[in-house]
């Protein structure tokens, strides 16, 4: 970012003066019965940078201050003479001796107002600061401000990302390192002590204390009040991001994941490519709808592996400024199912994409937190490609006994028929007619639970939404109401159990069976016991 050096002149004179056509930004508000003023020559530095003759000098307005009062304002002027325009602020009127004057500056050309400025002068009364070759720096930087939520257990996690172009210290950021806070960093190697999540602080044990935040990366944030991080210096303007793909010998699902920041004060996109940002409860991470938060932090995946064509493949992350995002930011043919507990905030969500989106895999920043994903060629995942005929198995699992509900959104208009299935209870759900299906769940429940149909005919076996006995363990998992018949495969009687819900019973020995469930319906499974 260029340093500015600026000067503005107050009075004509005989030193060739060249005057901005601007409009005044800030109205000129000297107090005629405040007589008492002195005079200030000036010079100008933008986040360390001084404007030349050859810059667009005339477009820079100065403001100068008492308080929270303007006193009056000019434009850059340049003496042929000189090397750099300047500025002479004469009068400044003040009220007392001692009085503080502060300093602004507007630049005309793209509209910004520079609020924060190093320098300011305190007024002695007699005492004018008009030497032309001592002139009074004043030094403008950029300011990028970030509120952020109290943490609480319920929430109060931010992914953030720097907006500076140098690597910058967390204790120069105001207000990041005040009263408890956390600030991570992730590695997805695990490097020398197999912790992906690393935390800075400003305290004795740091995993870094040499660690800066470095443009274009994310972190992870949180504070036990509510601060607002305020990063000033020259701003970002490099908006690619290189992806990197590390070994880690104890967390394998870990690599190839990489924690990228939006290191701009704009919303942004990255195309048609999927990635993980926190959710709106500020609780855990959630598949992105595409606008990317200012200064926001993302998950994105990289897979050297993946098939020419697919997004996944690229090693780089272009951010591209847009506008704020209406209520519904992806545009493009999509389904979505969003996971709720207790009837609390959005916990987790898996999205069948129709454009030309890549797929993701599935990622949890909490272990125990229960997941929806959709298994595919042995791995998780949180967004796949398909189309509006197919029939996808939905899993679930949850180390917590609760209440749960699924509810969908579509963005175009080619889906006419959404069901969702549930194997344990027999549950045909018509999505785009119900909206969303609550449930009961327990950990020891199967994990294959649902299926998504986007067509009426189906393209698997039916007989499986009847399934409802599993193998867990050294246990077979039964789930229904009525009387379990239990026959070999020759067809000879086992066992029977009456079921109440979910029960367990203990595992049969090795080979096949029928399970009969004789209640409202009769339901018929073929199970295999190893």
Not at 139 to 159: A, C, E, K
Not at 266 to 276: E, L, V
Request: aromatic letters at 12%.
């Amino acid at each position: 970012m260029k340093k500015i050096v600026l000067t503005a002149i107050m009075s004509l004179g005989i030193f060739g003066l060249v005057f901005a056509e601007h409009t005044t930004h800030w109205p000129d508000k000297v107090i005629a019965d405040l007589e008492t003023h002195t005079d200030i020559y000036a010079v100008v530095a933008i986040d360390g940078v001084m404007i030349t003759p050859t810059d667009s000098y005339e477009d820079y307005e100065i403001g100068f201050f008492v308080g929270d009062e303007c006193r009056g304002s000019d434009f850059l002027a340049y003496y042929n003479d000189d090397p750099y325009p300047m500025t002479d602020f004469s009068p400044i009127y003040y009220t007392t001796a001692g009085s503080i004057v502060s300093f602004k500056l507007y630049d005309h050309n793209n509209g910004y107002e520079y609020t924060y400025c190093q320098s300011s002068v305190q007024v002695i009364t007699g005492e004018d600061y008009d030497d032309w070759d001592n002139p009074v720096i004043l030094r403008f930087s950029h300011t990028y401000d970030l509120p952020i939520t109290q943490y609480t257990p319920d929430g109060g996690w931010y992914l953030i990302a720097s907006p500076l172009a140098a690597a910058t210290s967390p204790n120069s950021v105001t207000n990041m390192t005040n009263d408890d806070f956390d600030l991570y960093y992730f590695d997805q190697t695990g490097g020398d002590n197999g912790k992906e999540w690393k935390n800075w602080k400003n305290v004795a044990g740091n995993d870094d204390p040499n660690f800066n935040l470095i443009s274009g990366q994310g972190y992870l944030y949180a504070n036990n009040t509510t601060p607002t991080l305020t990063f000033i210096g020259a701003p970002n303007e490099v908006n690619e991001v290189t992806l990197t793909r590390g070994t880690n010998n104890n967390h394998h699902d870990l690599e190839g994941w990489n924690l990228i920041g939006n290191s701009s004060d704009s919303y942004a996109t990255i195309g048609t490519r999927s990635y993980y940002c926190m959710n709106a409860a500020r609780t855990n991470i959630t598949v992105g709808d595409g606008t990317i938060e200012p200064m926001g932090g993302i998950f994105v995946y990289y897979n050297p592996d993946a098939e020419e064509g697919d997004p996944n493949k690229s090693d780089t992350v272009t951010f591209t400024k847009t506008a704020a995002p209406s209520k519904r930011t992806i545009e493009e043919d999509r389904v979505a199912l969003n996971l709720t507990r207790n009837n609390s905030d959005a916990i987790d969500r898996v999205l069948v994409r129709f454009d030309e989106g890549g797929t993701l895999p599935k990622y949890s920043m909490r272990d125990n937190e229960c997941v929806i994903y959709i298994p595919q060629a042995d791995r998780d995942y949180a967004v796949v490609k398909g189309s509006a005929t197919n029939v996808f198995p939905v899993n679930f699992k949850t180390e917590d006994f609760g209440t749960y509900t699924i509810s969908s959104d579509i963005a175009g208009d080619g889906v006419s028929y959404m069901h969702l299935i549930d194997k344990i209870t027999g549950e045909d759900v018509d999505m785009l007619l119900e909206g969303e299906y609550s449930f009961v769940a327990a950990p020891v429940d199967r994990e294959d639970r649902f299926i998504l149909r986007l067509n009426y005919s189906g393209y698997f076996d039916d007989n499986d939404v009847n399934n409802f006995a599993y193998q867990n363990g050294s246990d077979i998992v039964v789930c229904g109401e009525g009387t379990l018949q239990v026959f070999d495969v020759m067809g000879r009687f086992v066992s029977s159990y009456e079921i109440n819900g979910v029960q367990t019973i203990h595992a049969l020995p090795m080979g096949v069976y029928i399970f009969r469930m004789l209640g409202d319906d009769v339901k018929t499974q073929k199970i295999y016991v190893r």
